[in-house]
Nanobody, 124 residues
């Protein structure tokens, strides 16, 4: 499976962005897709994931401002980010693992396939 993240950019604090992860070589029903981020000098951080049956999970610190969703017809997973803060600046990556019918995924752990990241910069 191949993944391509897009939608990053420069946004002011309090603004919003929607990232997209286009998936090819597999259908979303069979895969859990996760969003991760990494800021300079910091460890990779899990953000959110969505399973093959469409169940969404969020890292505790990401609940409330971020929403993950998917469009099965477009084989694309989205991350809607609202009320962005300076500390949300990072390279955001999407990742995939086979879901095997599970409704559970956990971004405390890395997944098997990774795409190129997209830069999100929150700055005034």
């Amino acid at each position: 499976v191949q993944l391509q993240a897009s939608g990053g950019g420069l946004v002011q604090p309090g603004g919003s962005l929607r990232l997209a992860c286009a998936v090819s070589g597999g259908i979303l029903d069979h895969w859990s897709i996760g969003w991760y981020r990494q800021a300079p000098g910091k460890e990779r951080e899990g953000v959110s994931c969505i399973t093959g049956d469409g169940t969404a999970h969020y890292a505790d610190s990401m609940k409330g401002r971020f929403t993950i969703s998917r469009d099965v017809a477009k084989n694309t997973v989205y991350l809607q980010m609202n009320s962005l803060k300076l500390e949300d600046s990072a390279v955001y990556y999407c990742s995939a693992e086979e879901s095997y019918g599970s409704s559970y995924c956990d971004t405390r752990y890395g997944m098997d396939y990774w795409g190129e990241g997209t830069q999100v910069t929150v700055s005034s």
